[in-house]
């Protein structure tokens, strides 16, 4: 019987094994951690990596194939935070890439890519994104294409730091409500405003119909 590995740590993308193993058949894993002595008990055809911010190591990706999801049109956009980096450039929709890995991050041959809307706060992309991602992995596991190489302009990302999620910076309303959107999903560091000992914290953005933000505010010390 084949077997599978979903590799991410992010809760959007928990149930994507099981809804795959109904699916498809075959065994489906869940890993949250690379680890080789894992893949050895395993020995899947094919590592599927929905989203992570890790490089893998060569003695991995050259015993096992993986199979990397980046949210951008490559090979514009290789690098790290694609999701916050194409919504700061005005983005508002993109392609999903399904990639061999190779010693380059990012740089791999092209399995399919699949159009993504990039509306809505981040937690609702990453969701969307791990829906088109599933239909993505069950191509590739039915119909087994063969990747090929990336062809245009490469455009490198990079990786956005936790101290440019501070808003004071912004100069119009439309870019203030990206910004907190683009942000808000678990796990990274949400828009903020700093006072002198404490920070607000921003989620949950919506337009008013008088083009006004409405948002959540968490105040918490610094």
Do not use: C
């Not at 309303?173 to 903020?192: E, K, N, S, W």
């Amino acid at each position: 019987m084949a077997s599978y590995v979903i590799l991410s740590q992010k809760p959007w993308n928990r149930n994507l094994a099981g809804d795959l193993e109904r699916k498809l058949g075959g065994e489906w894993h869940h890993l949250a951690e690379l680890s080789a002595g894992e893949l050895e008990k395993i020995a899947p055809e094919l590592v599927f990596v929905p989203h992570w911010s890790r490089i893998i190591p060569r003695a991995l990706h050259e015993r096992w194939r993986f199979v990397v999801f980046h949210m951008t049109d490559l090979p514009y956009g290789r690098g790290g935070t694609p999701l916050q980096n194409l919504i700061v450039r005005g983005h508002r929709s993109t392609m999903m890439s399904a990639i061999a890995v190779v010693e380059e991050v990012d740089a791999g041959p092209v399995y399919l890519k699949r159009p993504l809307s990039l509306e809505g706060s981040a937690a609702e992309i990453y969701a969307r994104a791990s829906g088109v991602i599933e239909g993505m992995i069950e191509e590739i596991v039915l119909r087994r294409p063969d990747p090929h190489p990336q062809t245009g302009e490469v455009v490198r990302f990079e990786r956005r730091r936790p101290e440019e999620s501070e808003l004071t910076a912004l100069d119009d309303l439309d870019a203030v409500f990206d910004h907190i959107r683009m942000l808000d999903a678990p796990g990274y560091p949400h828009a903020f405003l700093e006072g002198r000992g404490f920070r607000i914290e921003l989620t949950g953005a919506s337009r008013a119909e008088d083009g006004s933000i409405r948002a959540h505010a968490r105040i918490v010390e610094k």
